[in-house]
């Protein structure tokens, strides 16, 4: 079957099949997977058939039945997933890992030795050498690997990376983002509450928790935005939750390559905040403001001049951000769409392997594994810092 497709860009091909998606974690009482899964039926390019979706087989075999996968492609495990999945005809076209932290590396190592294209929850590991050795084996294996910081994928953090490359801002000056919430700020843990078990559990978080958490994607927004890169940090992390294990709350300031400053927050202990996650980057010439409480609206303001409000697929905006959008200005793009955008993008890029072309380069804004080493790189360097009283620590690789 033929599959006549439009693309978000306005443009029409021809697909010969959906993608075939395979997933390891995702399944019952999980959040996450059930996003991911989402978003990649959202543009109609993909199709879930095939997991290893608990670390319990019942409870893997339980999912699977729940979202009407084929019995044989019901995995207990993803080591039993990957070598089954490549012995077929049919196989699987990439696998999203959405497990917590620690299970992040050893299905993505499996995968990526099977020849299998990976998507990846942030952070990438708990550790900088898994990490770099997953950066490695994608390389060698000459695979796609994204990570999913979704929000890269939101229109007007395209439009704004957009702004930010054509000059509009001139050299920057100064970054601020923070990223806070209130949900941890009680002892939840204790209440049975599973993403707040893993996620405040060092063996299963990693050695960070909000910097980990919700701090990465503030520093890949960023450096996604700004287009510049952060070389040193020094952080105060802190757990104001008694007897809390990690982190609940940081405050960093930031050193830019080329000689730009800036500052990160991120708390989930923050109370009356859900999910607040803003942007502003200044320019010699300009500034740029992003909320993603307010997704749609950007305000760019030149120097000098009046604030300019950028409207998602409305006023001002360009065709960056309207590729990725898919409803009339006005009627609210978010969280599930910025990962729809992910997934489209990266089957814009195998399919372009498949037919033996380059993939449009509109869709290769999608963070890659380099970008998720970057990721692990930061929290390590926060970790090492907050450790020494906030000294400044370079950013390995930065």
Not at 151 to 157: E, F, I, K, R
Not at 191 to 210: F, H, I, L, N, Y
Request: with cysteine; net charge negative.
């Amino acid at each position: 079957m033929t599959i006549e497709s439009s693309g978000q860009d306005g443009s029409s091909g021809t697909r010969s099949r959906r993608l075939r998606l395979g997933m390891v974690g995702g399944g019952r009482g999980a959040f996450i997977g059930a996003v991911h899964r989402i978003a990649a039926r959202l543009d109609d390019r993909w199709t879930l058939l095939a997991g290893a979706l608990s670390s319990s087989p019942e409870k893997a075999r339980a999912s699977g039945a729940d979202l009407l996968l084929p019995p044989d492609r019901v995995y207990d495990d993803a080591a039993a997933m990957a070598t089954a999945e490549a012995a077929r005809e049919d196989r699987i076209d990439a696998v999203a890992i959405v497990t917590p932290n620690h299970a992040h590396f050893e299905p993505a190592k499996r995968f990526l030795e099977a020849g299998f294209h990976v998507i990846c929850d942030k952070p990438l590991t708990t550790g900088l050498e898994e990490a770099r050795e997953l950066a490695r084996l994608a390389g060698e294996k000459g695979v796609i690997f994204a990570v999913t910081h979704n929000y890269t994928g939101y229109p007007l953090v395209r439009e704004a990376r957009a702004l930010v490359r054509s000059g509009a801002l001139g050299a920057i000056r100064v970054v601020q983002v923070e990223y806070a919430q209130d949900w941890l700020a009680t002892r939840l843990e204790e209440e049975g509450q599973k993403q707040a078990a893993w996620r405040t559990d060092p063996a299963r978080s990693g050695p960070a928790g909000a910097v980990g958490d919700i701090g990465s994607h503030a520093f890949n927004l960023a450096e996604f935005v700004a287009g510049v890169r952060v070389e040193r940090l020094c952080a105060d992390l802190t757990a104001f939750a008694p007897g809390r294990r990690l982190d609940d709350n940081a405050h960093m300031l930031l050193r830019f390559a080329g000689g730009a400053r800036g500052a990160l927050w991120c708390s989930q202990v923050a109370v009356g905040e859900e999910n607040a996650l803003t942007l502003r980057v200044y320019g010699e010439t300009g500034s740029l403001s992003w909320a993603q409480e307010n997704p749609n609206i950007l305000v760019h303001t030149p120097l000098g001049e009046p604030p300019r409000l950028i409207r998602r697929n409305g006023a001002g905006a360009s065709a960056v951000s309207q590729r990725v959008s898919r409803t009339p200005s006005g009627h609210p793009e978010g969280y599930l769409e910025g990962f729809a955008n992910l997934y489209s993008d990266i089957a814009d890029q195998i399919e372009a392997r498949l037919a033996g072309a380059s993939a449009p380069e509109a869709a290769l804004d999608v963070p890659t594994v380099d970008d998720g080493v970057r990721g692990v790189a930061f929290i390590e360097a926060a970790v090492r810092s907050a450790r020494a009283d906030a000294r400044w620590e370079t950013i390995e690789g930065g």
